[in-house]
């Protein structure tokens, strides 16, 4: 079986975009949640492509979730980011009730600037009971600008961390949108945000304090692959445990589209803290010249890794996935 753990459903309904636009106009008064208008069979026809091309790719399973890059955490008032998430993850229950083989449900969190992530918890018990596996975290709801968030190691985030484990839901950490005009939101804000979640998770007591805390960081660790010795260095000058030990509380997804990233990001990270993922219909849906496949179509390259044992593959492709996210139906 293959498993892609890093999936969004970004080929929506143009009335999910024009709900949006009513909330943005009617920004200073509360109306309610409303409703999208989003008929079956409207959902359905937009989930083509995202089904299509997973099986296409020979994927028999896919963890679905929102939108990252308009998850919206960075727009507006409490109300709107609540109202926002709750339509965003009923469409994906909808979704996975339509083709319940295929996708696994993933949801996002109502966070807003300065508003504590406890805040979060009563959508995370919703959808637990909706059956959902897992969350998308944003460690920067602002958008890097102020009111900044606190470090992914801050007590803040406690709350969160105790639901998460109490529930068994596992966390991929994932920026939304950025407001600095200096940050590309694909090509700088998100793999920065992944580096920074790395570094904080790893130089704080988070795992201490919360041992049995799942959380995944995409694009294959951001940079960190590339700059392990200087994660080394800087834990042991600031007299932390090993990095390389670490890192281990933390899994990896590898939805990163060449074969030398891919392949460094194995060695670096260990098999057996390893997830395929590709993130399909997302930042790097574009056709590689070169192969005249996407650049997303990343399967084969794990695939051709002649070093990986049939076992490596297993667990990189199905078992780490069994492992970590015990909510699914796999």
């Not at 030398?260 to 990001?265: G, H, N, Y």
């Amino acid at each position: 079986m293959i498993i892609d753990t890093h999936g969004h459903f970004t080929q929506i309904p143009t009335e999910l975009d024009a709900y949006r636009g009513r909330q943005i106009m009617t920004l200073s008064r509360d109306r309610g949640k409303g409703n999208p208008g989003i008929s079956d069979d409207n959902l359905r026809e937009h989930l083509q492509p995202h089904v299509t091309e997973t099986r296409g790719r020979g994927i028999d399973k896919i963890i679905f979730g929102p939108r990252a890059g308009l998850m919206g955490h960075e727009f507006g008032t409490e109300w709107i980011s609540r109202y926002w998430t709750e339509v965003n993850n009923d469409l994906i229950a909808r979704s996975v009730e339509m083709y319940p083989d295929l996708f696994i449900p993933a949801f996002q969190l109502p966070q807003s600037p300065g508003v504590e992530p406890a805040k979060s918890i009563p959508e995370i018990e919703r959808c637990a009971a909706m059956g959902f596996v897992s969350l998308q975290l944003n460690p920067d709801p602002s958008g890097t600008v102020a009111p900044l968030s606190p470090s992914l190691g801050d007590r803040s985030w406690y709350p969160l961390y105790e639901k998460m484990c109490e529930l068994d839901m596992v966390g991929l950490i994932h920026a939304a949108a950025t407001l600095n005009p200096h940050l590309h939101m694909n090509g700088a804000h998100y793999v920065n945000t992944d580096v920074a979640a790395v570094v904080e998770l790893t130089t704080s007591s988070v795992f201490k304090d919360f041992p049995d805390l799942k959380l995944v960081i995409p694009h294959g660790g951001g940079g960190i692959p590339f700059h392990w010795n200087r994660m080394r260095a800087i834990h042991i000058e600031s007299r932390l445990a090993p990095f390389e030990e670490a890192v281990r509380n933390l899994y990896f997804d590898l939805s990163t589209y060449d074969q030398d990233s891919i392949e460094l990001t194995i060695k670096k990270m260990g098999v057996d803290n390893i997830l395929y993922a590709s993130e399909m219909w997302g930042s790097a849906k574009a056709i590689d010249p070169l192969t005249g496949r996407k650049f997303d179509d990343n399967l084969g390259m794990v695939n051709d890794i002649e070093w990986l044992s049939d076992e490596d593959k297993y667990k990189i492709f199905e078992g780490n996935a069994r492992t970590l996210y015990t909510r699914a139906k796999f």
